[in-house]
């Protein structure tokens, strides 16, 4: 392979990166601007890009640690500062220092989690799951929020265009009230020690191939039926999915070692 061709491959990730930070830069402006749906879009495709930097990397081979680097400040940009700036926008400023509070502590531990994160990665090693909530995880939580919540907007003016499921929507002012807590426990889920699936190194069987092909053709009928609803209930699910496996496998430990206090509990 020639120099030229091996320094265009591996300049092939980093583009995906830059795409990543550039989409976070034009959802903090969008943010500032008030045009919050805007804002949230940006920063799902600042998602994609995320998703596919690191794939094209491995697959061509091209991993580095610039990469690694690069793609930890564009994470901090996409999934800490904007996600930051744009709840502080819609739902925080009214909190006065509260408010400010939260943002800036979001932002903080999306930092220490990356900065982790980095230290993990040195091994070279693809991990079967993250010590701690993935950034892109945690804001894409609040990114669908603020995208099913701008629909509820429409929906109360007439101008709504997309399908939604009713009974979420209805919900959508209680989710409003609920943020500011919520992003205090994304930001304390980012720093913590509980284990979340990663998809990186998942290995299936033909059968479980078969079940999965089903199950992504039904997901993906939900994401075009109801878009934005859907994706904000997915990754709910995702920040949960850790803490009650979590839970589940401390009560185990309870049970085995204090079976007559978890029964006397339980009655």
């Known amino acids: 392979m020639s120099k030229k061709l091996k320094k265009g491959i591996y300049i092939i990730p980093s583009l995906f990166t830059c795409g990543n930070i550039s989409c976070g830069c034009l959802s903090v402006i969008s943010s500032i601007n008030g045009n919050f749906t805007k804002a949230a879009w940006l920063l799902m495709f600042a998602i994609a890009f995320d998703m596919m930097d690191g794939r ?60 982790k994160f980095n230290v993990r990665a040195n091994g070279k090693e693809v991990h079967s799951s993250f010590m701690g909530l993935p950034t892109p995880a945690s804001a894409g939580l609040l990114i669908s929020f603020v995208l099913s919540y701008e629909l509820f907007i429409a929906g109360l003016d007439q101008s709504l265009t997309f399908k939604t499921i009713p009974i979420l929507m209805k919900n959508m002012p209680v989710f409003f009230k609920t943020m500011p807590v919520m992003m205090g426990l994304l930001s304390l889920l980012m720093v913590s020690n509980i284990p979340y699936v990663s998809f990186k190194k998942m290995e299936f069987s033909k059968p479980k191939v078969f079940r999965l092909l089903i199950l992504m053709v039904f997901l993906i009928w939900l994401i075009v039926t109801f878009p934005q609803n859907i994706i904000f209930i997915l990754f709910t699910l995702y920040v949960f999915s850790g803490t009650l496996a979590y839970a589940a496998k401390y009560w185990k430990i309870l049970k085995k070692f204090y079976p007559s206090k978890v029964k006397n509990n339980g009655n």
Not at 57 to 64: E, F
Not at 81 to 109: H, R
């Open 56 to 115: 094209i990397a491995r697959l061509t081979k091209t991993t580095s640690e610039f990469g690694v680097q690069l793609d930890s400040l564009s994470d901090l940009t996409s999934f800490g500062i904007a996600p930051a700036v744009m709840m502080y926008q819609l739902v925080l400023n009214s909190m006065g220092k509260v408010g400010k509070s939260i943002a800036v502590l979001f932002i903080l531990c999306s930092a220490l989690r990356l900065a």
